[in-house]
């Protein structure tokens, strides 16, 4: 599985982005996609998940502001992030999840400006 993220940028803060992975390989036996992000001198952390049934999950820190999706056509995930604060300033990567292993993309960063 090979993963290509890209849509980050700079934005004021109130300001939104749309993320995009897009996926190629043996991305049929993948059950999860996922995107994550690793703030200067923290741990990398899940920011939005979603599994191949649809179901979504969203860390407390973005919930109601960031949505994660998937064009299945396009094999394409997405991450619409509105509503921008400072501290969602990250490298964001997303994830590819067979349950055996999984698939890391390049990282695209995100910062929001005060």
């Known amino acids: 599985v090979q993963l290509q993220a890209c849509g980050g940028g700079l934005v004021q803060a109130g300001g939104s982005l749309r993320l995009s992975c897009a996926a190629s390989?043996?991305?049929?036996?993948?059950?999860?996609w996922g995107w994550y992000r690793q703030a200067p001198g923290k741990q990398r952390e899940l920011v939005a998940r979603?599994?191949?049934?649809?179901?979504?999950y969203y860390a407390d820190s973005v919930k109601g502001r960031f949505t994660i999706s998937r064009d299945s056509a396009k094999n394409t995930v997405y991450l619409q992030m509105n509503s921008l604060k400072p501290e969602d300033t990250a490298v964001y990567y997303c994830?590819?999840?067979?349950?055996?292993?999984?698939?890391w993309g390049q990282g695209t960063q995100v910062t929001v400006s005060s």
């Open positions: 979603i599994s191949s049934d649809g179901m979504t």
């Open positions: 994830h590819a999840d067979r349950g055996w292993n999984g698939y």
């Open positions: 390989g043996s991305i049929s036996s993948v059950i999860r």
